[in-house]
């Protein structure tokens, strides 16, 4: 069965302060990783796309890079408007997408 | 861009009503998921649907039934409603199925409250 677990649950930062958070994942005949920013009350917002180990993409201040086990989204100095909940999800061979709990990113100005 | 349009944005019903939510995907998708997120939860997958065709099934229950139209367009149907049907519920839509197209891009949702 198609598993994600992410850490941490939550994260505080400074703004400025860099970090990184980890998505883990277990599944059959990865087709992709995806990593998706979540604001309260509204619907996941699509970020990167991941499709084999040593891939990387950036977006801004964004990063996402992907082992054969699991997927970093690096947060480079952030700012109070990057706070969010940021939600992986893998694609197995079975095609449906299965989500991770998410990192609730809170930045401090 | 065109995103993916959901309606309504807010229901509420009573328990055993009936709930009728409407999906409108990014033109030219023609794939369609629903999803369920409950209070602090991530998403959990209810159904899809490629080309009109029920494609896959999640954790959907007997209650709900869906459809994928002429136009792509979908409706989730759900019959009975419970409290714990009480969530937001997600549309998104993607281009096909070849895997560099999966890419799912969600809509605002519909916020659904059951008394």
């Known amino acids: 069965e198609d598993q994600v677990t992410q850490s941490p649950e939550a994260l505080r930062l400074q703004e400025g302060e860099s970090s990184s958070l980890n998505c883990s994942y277990t599944?059959?005949?990865?087709?992709?990783l995806f990593w998706y920013r979540q604001d309260p009350g509204k619907g996941p917002e699509f970020l990167f796309t991941?499709?084999?180990a040593g891939e990387e993409k950036e977006k801004e201040r964004l990063k996402a890079t992907l082992t054969k086990k699991e997927s970093f989204l690096h947060i480079t100095a952030p700012k109070p408007e990057d706070s969010a909940t940021y939600l992986c999800?893998?694609?197995?061979?079975?095609?449906?997408?299965?989500f991770g709990p998410g990192t609730r990113l809170s930045v401090l100005p | 861009a065109a995103g993916v349009i959901q309606s309504p944005r807010h229901l509420i019903k009573e328990k055993r009503e009936t709930a009728t939510l409407k999906c409108y995907p990014i033109?030219?998708?023609?794939?369609v998921y629903w999803y369920q997120q409950g209070p602090g939860q991530d998403p959990q997958f209810l159904i899809s649907?490629?080309?009109?065709?029920?494609?896959d099934k999640g954790s959907i229950p007997d209650r709900f039934s869906a459809q994928q139209f002429s136009d792509y367009h979908s409706e989730l149907n759900m019959s009975s409603l419970e409290l714990g049907d009480s969530a937001l519920y997600f549309c998104?839509?993607?281009?096909?199925?070849?895997?560099?197209?999966?890419?799912?891009?969600f809509g605002p949702g519909t916020r659904l409250l059951v008394l």
């Open positions: 999800a893998v694609q197995g061979g079975g095609q449906n997408f299965v």
């Open positions: 033109p030219r998708h023609d794939t």
């Open positions: 649907f490629y080309e009109k065709m029920q494609s």
């Open positions: 998104a839509s993607s281009l096909g199925r070849l895997a560099a197209q999966e890419t799912q891009y």
């Open positions: 991941l499709y084999s």
């Open positions: 599944v059959s005949g990865l087709r992709g």
